[in-house]
């Protein structure tokens, strides 16, 4: 893990992604279709499900992640977060957490496949009981179903959980690395959850990332809402304004709606990396080729803009190449563009390489683990997106 500093529920089935836009024509129908009737096939047959002996059946709120939660909240791969009907001390929360891979599918996932084991799944369902207290008591899900039914972004999905049964558990390692183990307490409590929907796509949600279907919707731009790009939100583009140009964003008049800016299409009006809004060309920096105009890179929020800017405030870059030894310490930025990396220690030896990015942690090959960049965020929140794969000896 690495740490740097940075200064600065309305879903229908058949329009997830069009979001009352005008004139947008890339709803995947198929999917949408597919998804609601298996979720509609599970709901009904857990009607006729009893909970395992010993478990107590459990009910789950709401979910939610990201620039949904307060403080912020990006993982460093999608966590869903909310809580669990009080099954402790009525007065603390119990929390629900839902973790997937970036790379999670849609379809329908058996949650045994993990283990009961934190470290080793890649679909998770897990909570505490008294979360934040000196009791508290972590409970794994061992067996049942995951559906995700639907996905507009690895942050933005709608899904069930079927017959799942959590254990109590209790951590267990590896306790050092970024993804921590858990195993089952022999004889302990048991919970059961008969079926529970979550759905955190928010209005005018998108994907920003390169060959998504909400990338470059017609007249509308994806602008990125995370560091690494691969949550976004819709934007209306009504204006030619390119690279650089002053622009302004106008706020929808009615809900449901996108703000409307006077960019050209995939051009983001933004003041993140300005005192002023300008028009920045948007960009998926896991691209091979970027295309970001003459001058510029794929930098944070996968916008484009000069390495001059991103200097004086912070970001750090290295001539390294990926697998290179880098010049310096820590560094934001390595190798080139379509092949860019982080150069960290991750060893402690003193000496940093450069790191290729990567998003999945189902991507990081046999005796790898996804390390990432902590970006801190204000009142205590974090963007953990930006991902690199190494060795960690495991």
């Known amino acids: 893990m690495t740490t740097r500093s940075l200064g600065f529920r309305a879903w229908r089935w058949n329009a997830v992604l069009c979001m009352a ?46 620039i949904q939660l ?25 929390s629900a957490l839902i973790r997937l ?55 933005q999905t709608v899904g069930a959980l079927y017959n799942v049964t959590l254990r109590e558990s209790v951590t267990a390692a590896p306790l050092g690395a970024p993804y921590r183990g858990s195993a089952v307490v022999p004889g302990g409590e048991c919970k059961w959850i008969r079926f529970e929907t979550w759905n955190t796509v928010r209005t005018a949600g998108c994907d920003p990332r390169e060959g998504s279907l909400t990338a470059n919707p017609p007249g509308h731009t994806c602008v990125a809402d995370n560091s690494f790009a691969d949550d976004g939100t819709l934007e209306k583009s009504e204006g030619t304004k390119t690279q650089g140009a ?53 930098g944070v929020y996968g916008l484009c803009i000069e390495q001059s800017v991103l200097e004086p405030i912070g970001f750090a870059f290295d ?39 990567t998003r999945a942690r189902s991507e990081c090959g046999p005796g790898e683990e996804l390390g990432y960049v902590n970006y801190p965020l204000s009142g205590g929140g974090y963007d953990r997106g930006s991902g690199f794969c190494y060795h960690d000896g495991l």
């Open 319 to 357: 001539p390294a190449l990926i697998g290179q030894t880098c010049l310096g310490g820590f560094a934001e930025f390595c190798g080139v563009e379509g092949a860019r990396g982080v150069c960290a220690d991750v060893t402690g030896s003193g000496v940093s390489t450069c790191l290729a990015y």
């Open 246 to 298: 002053a622009c302004t964003s106008t706020p929808a008049a009615e809900a449901n709606h996108p703000a409307t800016t006077d960019c050209a299409q995939g051009f983001a009006c933004t003041d993140l990396l300005s005192a002023d809004a300008q028009c920045l060309k948007t960009c998926d920096p896991m691209a091979a080729v970027p295309g970001c105009p003459s001058g510029t890179l794929c």
């Open 21 to 66: 836009l005008t004139g947008c024509a890339v709803e995947p129908q198929q999917q949408e279709s597919s998804g609601q009737e298996q979720q509609q096939a599970l709901r009904q047959q857990s009607q006729s499900l009893t909970p395992p002996a010993g478990c107590t059946e459990i009910t789950m709120g709401d979910l939610a992640n990201g």
């Open 70 to 94: 307060t403080p912020v909240k990006y993982g460093n791969q999608p966590t869903y977060q909310g809580t669990f009907s009080a099954f402790g001390d009525p007065a603390v929360a119990d």
């Open 101 to 155: 891979d970036v790379n999670t599918a849609p379809g329908l996932h058996d949650l045994a496949a993990g283990g009961a084991n934190l470290f080793t799944c890649e679909q998770c369902v897990y909570g505490y009981q008294d979360a934040g207290t000196t009791g508290q008591k972590l409970f794994v899900a061992d067996s049942g179903s995951l559906l995700l039914a639907l996905k507009v972004s690895p942050q």
